[in-house]
């Protein structure tokens, strides 16, 4: 017996020890996550205590309730059941949604389901009835905020897409769809008739614009304010700045930050640091998205280069004229067309860089970005050339969609011969990332995926082409008539 006795306590003693270290450790955890956690779980609750069964008729709480949304100015009939009602359902059927709302500083400051989506939808029945929510709706609290919005190139994104000569050869679910262009572009303000298109092609949740950083229906601001936020649409072939951003030191400094491995005074800009200055949603840049103004600059070789790269766009006509594409360039903000406001950008963007950096190093590390766009456009517009040469000797044809016997880069993808292809890439994805890698501080893609690429590119389109006039000099001529002397029959 003392021998099982002496075999059974020390292991009691290791059980014991065990159970205690497990306990405490799931303990911390708990109040590590306690806090995170405790949010969602009063929004839960409170989801819980004012959703009431559909049967019963109006309590005491739901009166109150019904009281306060009344006082809610709103020119429709009041026909809408208590908030609570609401709740109930959506409770049911879409319970992210209420948590969200529950969550967001609209639950706590008394903007209810009516105040965006008016009173009309009231059953399962009438879902139609809900008021589509635009900007203007938005602008009934923030109209600081549209006002600014309205100035900025995101106000301009639906009508650029929309401008792109072969927009409407895409699938319509890339469109009006919204999961190719149109799921970044949306966030541009729409015409009326732009809205109901949408919405009788089933895109009635895509018309809005502020949902697009401060998503629904938590319309954070912290969230807007971080750089993830940008992260859906700048990224990828002709954009990629989360790529850029994230992998730089400013976007590292940002995401150890962010993880607390820094501290939460440690200097980290984010892109709103730079693009959305002191909360100002009228974001612009210098450049513009093409890196090209107007007028051209006093270089002679890069003024020759940026003609040619606009010829490329259709801005200007192989002669060298502008044409009506410059107007619908200037409509959408995709140029600079006066020295006044590339500057006035530029000291926007070195007032930011000067709280960190003193303005000599902001403005000459800016201007060796300036000259990554000379050094881009020089290989550009050699391509540019080159290709059009071919359409000049007779060896491409013109399309049909052409305006001129001449590369057309905004045809993108939908360009018509393997060589127009690669140009269209070198355009739009390496040059892009030459001089953006170099605005946003990221040497790797300036370099590898920008100039590299773009040098690889132009000495493929250099070799196809010498391909092409190779193969159009061996076809056999057809044989000409003989020319009869003048003066005999």
Known sequence: MRRIHALIYPA???FVFLTAGVFFRVTIGCAQSAEEMSQAVEAKARVEKKAQPAEQPPGPEQNQIQQQGQTQQNPEPSSARPPASCLECHTRITPGIVVDWQ???????????????GERHNAMTDVSEARIVLPETCAQCHDTQVDQFSKGKHALAWAAMKA??????????????????????????KT??????????GSAFGVSSCDVCHTRHLFSADEARSPQACRTCHMGIDHPQWEMYSSSKHGVRFLLKQSRMLPEEAAAPTCQSCHF???????RTAWGFLALRLPLPEDPQWAKDRTTILQGLGVFDPSGKPTPR??????????????????????KMLKGCNDCHSINFARIELEKSDQMIRE??????????????LYQDGILK???????????????????????????????????RAFQGAFHANPDYSLWYGWSSMQRALTEIREKAADMRSSKAEQPQPAQKPVRPSGRK
């Open 277 to 283: 200055r002191d909360g100002s949603h009228a974001n």
């Open 12 to 14: 009691l003693l290791v």
């Open 326 to 347: 410059l107007d619908i360039m200037q409509s959408a903000d995709v140029l600079r067309l006066n020295d006044e406001d590339w500057l006035a950008e530029r000291e």
């Open 398 to 432: 013109k399309p049909e969609s052409y305006t001129y016997a001449f590369p057309d880069l905004l045809t993108f993808h939908d360009a018509p011969t393997v060589v127009e292809l690669k140009l269209f890439q070198m355009f739009l994805e390496y040059r892009m």
């Open 103 to 117: 969550l967001s500083k609209h639950s706590r400051n008394e903007v209810e389901c009516s105040t965006c989506h």
């Open 192 to 201: 009326k008739g732009e809205v109901g298109d949408l919405v009788e092609k």
């Open 376 to 389: 881009a456009d020089r290989l550009m517009a050699e391509a540019i050339l080159t290709v059009a040469g």
């Open 164 to 189: 792109m000569p072969t927009v409407h050869w895409q699938p319509m679910a890339q469109i009006e769809g919204l999961k190719g262009c149109g799921g970044c572009h949306r966030v541009g303000l």
